[in-house]
């Protein structure tokens, strides 16, 4: 059974950071290392979308929307995986998840807020 949580969302001016952060526990934490993890956002009245994906060995993919803003890392010791988000815009306000690639069920997300 997959158990990811997710956390560090939040309220950010344009221009500023955040640090997302996921967490898996259960069976998904023993296995996690194995996995090829995606973070993904859903913006109002938009389809979810990738916006970072990090395989088992640590290779990255971004789409060009987020490319040299978002940086996606993973600390298979404590079966996390971040996402690290840098000169955000109003456009990246969105509720923010992390799944296994491949998975289709879905936690809670966590929202982040772009705004002035």
């Known amino acids: 059974q997959v158990q990811l949580v997710e956390s560090g969302g939040g309220l950010v001016q344009p221009g500023g950071s955040l640090r997302l952060s996921c967490t898996a526990s259960g069976s998904s934490g023993l296995l996690f290392r194995f996995y090829n993890m995606g973070w993904y956002r859903q913006a109002p009245g938009k389809q979810r979308e990738l916006v970072a994906d990090?395989?088992?060995?640590?290779?990255?993919n971004y789409p060009d929307s987020v490319k040299g803003r978002f940086t996606i890392s993973r600390d298979n010791a404590k079966s996390t995986v971040y996402l690290q988000m840098n000169s955000l815009t109003y456009e990246d306000t969105a509720v923010y998840y992390c799944?296994?690639?491949?998975?289709?069920?879905w936690g809670q997300g966590t929202q982040v807020t772009v705004s002035s």
């Open positions: 799944n296994i690639v491949g998975n289709d069920r």
């Open positions: 990090i395989t088992s060995g640590g290779s990255t």
